[in-house]
């Protein structure tokens, strides 16, 4: 059975990793002496804190660790409909209604806005002052995709059954909530105007537990939480809708964010960067490329789960740059594959073709021991913001 690979110090380190990438989580631990760090298999460069990473603080709390999208995340819906209930030309239908009704890209606003919410009475109430500042973009943005990395799915399970399959955070509310707290960290005003990407390299960005801004970020944190909860449930409402189908299960969770947890009989702030949390019986949905599987997992008790923390991958992780993918892969070749198999895809570009991920099954293999796939999902429609959006409310 494979499982940790490598222990330094208190980090634990599964799968196989660049130098730069541990070194960029040994950086993030080495802000608190004896901080336990796990790099999951899916890890790879991010900015400040890798993708994949976990670090568990006890004086502090990390914006940079949790990141510029705060509380991205996924939700998987089982449906109540079987693959043979339709027909090869109904998907086509479905890919091209669920591209007209939810908005992708960047900036975008909700052409369907979502009217009342109670989030929005959240952002009203929020102790940090800024934040309250940003109702009308969150009331604008409530229930939109975004560009990179994220998307709306259809797949199937082993038994045939369809799912939707959902992938974004806060949108900008979230970005601008982190931007403003890594302003603070760096002794900046809160909306003081800072040069995204510069941070690849930068130490971690830290705010003490005892200090207000340390409190501030917390419950600003916890707001955009809930509106990334709610975006993504008003987008699984809309793809519902489309499919004329209900809902019979329900797997929700956040993998940018920071939860006050206990291990080893000491309290930390566990700050998770593209990192699912996988507590006995938690249940996660992982998702792969657009050309391989999906996973509902849960986690389970063992020697291995308590090295990660409880942690385990949020997804297959990137093993190609965006601006190397551009460069080198045919990307009508991949819709050209997509469409043999039977798989309809709307949207995306050779940056997140395939080839630039490693196969989901190879970095769930290194966690063996530490959860469980209850079910595998085959995309059937894909739907992305198009090739040519940029968008930087991505993780």
Not at 71 to 95: K, Q
Not at 241 to 256: G, K, M, Q, S
Request: neutral net charge.
């Amino acid at each position: 059975m494979a499982g940790v690979l490598r222990t330094d110090g208190p980090m634990k380190i599964f799968g196989q990793h660049d130098d730069a990438t541990i070194q960029q989580l040994q950086r993030c631990a080495a802000a608190e002496r004896n901080a336990p760090a796990v790099l999951c298999a899916d890890g790879h460069l991010g900015y400040s804190m890798p993708i994949g990473g976990v670090v568990g603080y006890r004086d502090h709390v990390s914006p940079s660790g949790v990141g510029y999208d705060i509380a991205c995340g996924n939700l998987a819906i089982r449906t109540n409909l079987s693959a043979v209930d339709l027909a090869p030309s109904d998907y086509a239908r479905i890919a091209n209604a669920i591209q007209r009704r939810i908005s992708f890209g960047m900036g975008r606003h909700n052409d369907e806005p979502v009217r009342d919410h109670p989030v929005f009475d959240a952002i009203a109430r929020s102790p940090v002052t800024e934040q309250r500042r940003l109702l009308g973009l969150a009331r604008q943005q409530l229930g939109t995709v975004g560009g990179g990395n994220h998307y709306v799915d259809v797949l199937e399970d082993e038994g045939g059954q369809l799912w939707v399959g959902i992938h974004f955070g806060s949108r900008g509310f979230g970005h601008k909530t982190a931007t403003g707290f890594l302003n603070i960290a760096a002794g900046r005003p809160f909306e003081a105007h800072s040069r995204q990407g510069a941070e690849m390299h930068a130490p971690p960005a830290l705010l003490p537990l005892t200090a207000p801004a340390g409190q501030d970020y917390i419950a600003a944190m916890t707001v955009a939480g809930d509106y990334a909860y709610a975006g993504r449930e008003a987008v699984g409402s809309t793809v519902l809708d489309i499919l004329e189908a209900r809902e019979t299960d329900r797997v929700h969770n956040h993998h940018n964010f920071a939860w006050k947890e206990r291990h080893g009989g000491r309290e930390y702030w566990v700050v998770r960067k593209g990192a699912t949390p996988a507590f006995p019986g938690q249940r996660g949905f992982i998702g792969g490329s657009m050309d391989d599987i999906a996973v509902i997992v849960h986690g389970v008790e063992s020697t291995q789960s308590v090295a990660a923390l409880y942690s385990t991958v949020h997804g297959a992780g990137r093993v190609m740059s965006r601006r190397q993918a551009k460069k080198t892969v045919d990307f009508r070749s991949v819709q050209d594959r997509l469409r043999s198999q039977g798989t309809v895809l709307r949207g995306a570009g050779a940056d997140e073709a395939p080839e630039v991920y490693r196969k989901l099954d190879d970095v769930l293999t290194p966690h063996a021991g530490t959860i469980v796939i209850e079910h595998t999902l085959r995309p059937r429609i894909v739907v992305m913001a198009g090739p040519h959006e940029r968008d930087p409310y991505r993780d």
